[in-house]
T-cell receptor
Framework: GNSVTQMEGPVTLSEEAFLTINCTYT??????LFWYVQYPGEGLQLLLK?????DKGSNKGFEATYRKETTSFHLEKGSVQVSDSAVYFC?????????????FGKGTLLTVNP | DTAVSQTPKYLVTQMGNDKSIKCEQN?????MYWYKQDSKKFLKIMFS???????INETVPNRFSPKSPDKAHLNLHINSLELGDSAVYFC?????????????FGPGTRLTVL
């Protein structure tokens, strides 16, 4: 079956620090990969996505590259801000058969201090 | 305009009661979902409907019954509520069932069973 493993949190950084949140996946076929962000008290928002191998998704200074050879989709940002404090979810979505669903990682809580 | 809306935002009720959560999307999407987020922030799909037809029904107790009166609405009815049903429930929608389709989430309904 499909599964997503992302680094355990919480992650605490100072403003302007470099961020990496690791994500690896197991899936059949050719899934699409996503990063969603959940700000305190809110629903999930799509942060970025990549739909095929070697694609790079980017948004708001965040980037992630779909690496099929290492089955990874690590999230990076060069300089985090306090406003980036949130829970980040890596997810994959497959198609075909009964796979029409997002499979999420367990989430990583990021806290950025001024 | 809110793309995916849910009501109510908060729901506090006694064990054994029956309650409903409503979801509406104004994006013209064909597919809608219900997810459950537990106290550790873990997200898991419960149901998926495409064009009012049930596509995914994960191992959810029979006490949970989704109803889709039309493509824009997917309501969740819960009978005989139990303490373990306390969670945040998210509705989502996507254009279709393709793996690359982004899912758009509602703000969530926090259910507390006393």
């Amino acid at each position: 079956g499909n599964s997503v493993t992302q680094m355990e949190g919480p992650v605490t950084l100072s403003e302007e620090a470099f961020l990496t949140i690791n994500c690896t996946y197991t899936a059949t076929g050719y899934p699409s990969l996503f990063w969603y962000v959940q700000y305190p008290g809110e629903g999930l928002q799509l942060l970025l996505k990549a739909t095929k191998a070697d694609d790079k998704g980017s948004n708001k200074g965040f980037e992630a590259t779909y690496r099929k050879e290492t089955t990874s989709f690590h999230l990076e940002k060069g300089s985090v801000q306090v406003s980036d404090s949130a829970v980040y979810f890596c997810a994959l979505q497959n198609s075909g058969g009964s796979n029409y669903k997002l499979t999420f990682g367990k989430g990583t809580l990021l806290t950025v201090n001024p | 305009d809110t793309a995916v809306s849910q009501t109510p935002k908060y729901l506090v009720t006694q064990m054994g009661n029956d309650k409903s959560i409503k979801c509406e999307q104004n994006l013209g999407h064909d597919t809608m979902y219900w997810y459950k987020q537990d106290s550790k922030k873990f997200l898991k799909i419960m149901f998926s409907y495409n064009n009012k037809e049930l596509i995914i029904n994960e191992t959810v107790p029979n006490r949970f019954s989704p109803k889709s009166p039309d493509k824009a609405h997917l309501n969740l009815h819960i009978n005989s509520l139990e303490l373990g049903d306390s969670a945040v429930y998210f509705c989502a929608s996507s254009q279709d069932l393709a793996s690359r389709d982004t899912q758009y989430f509602g703000p969530g309904t926090r259910l507390t069973v006393l």
